[in-house]
């Protein structure tokens, strides 16, 4: 039997959020957050943090037609360990593109950047929660997928995803996913 003591998580998240429409084809959406996470452990000592985070996305929705929607996001992130030293600003930007196929599908293509600064040493256990699990510096991330019905009861979807990082060579992910609904 092994014991690593207790461990405990907390996370309070308060949003304010604004959207317009200005026009039938345009969405514009604003969403501030106040996040904070919390994790106590009795055995670990790097696993302790209290990390207060104000987040602040813009997004532009235009919606063309009936069948292809684009949009893009920038997000500023501002996080700090109240237990330590830990800060970090991310700065991500994302250009989303959806295209609905009658009867054939939809395409989905993210890029996503993101840029990670950060004032500590990131091979630990906060830096990964401090950092959402990217590294310092310039992250690039992007996604390819298509979902489709094949008959009635069954649904196929392809994904490709893509990373590349500062630290790490480029990272190439494929799903392939047979859906059957009874």
Known sequence: LLYYGVESTQS????????????KILIIKTIYSRIKNSNSSDCFEGHNFQILSHKLKNCVILNLENNLSLSADFTM???????????????????????????????????????????QNTNNSISYEMLEGLTAGNNFLWDVGYQTKLFEYLQLSLQYEGRLTNENRLIHTGYLQLKAMF
């Not at 309070?12 to 026009?23: A, E, I, N, T, Y």
């Not at 600003?89 to 600064?117: C, F, H, P, W």
Request: aromatic share 12%; proline share 2%; hydrophobic share 35%.
């Open 12 to 23: 309070d998240c308060h949003q304010l959020s604004f959207r317009s429409s200005p026009v």
């Open 77 to 119: 992130t501002y996080k700090r360990n109240l237990w330590a030293a830990d800060k970090a600003n991310l700065y991500q930007a994302i250009l989303s593109a959806d295209y609905r196929m009658k009867e054939r599908g939809t395409l989905s293509v993210n890029l996503q950047y993101i840029k990670v600064l950060y004032n």
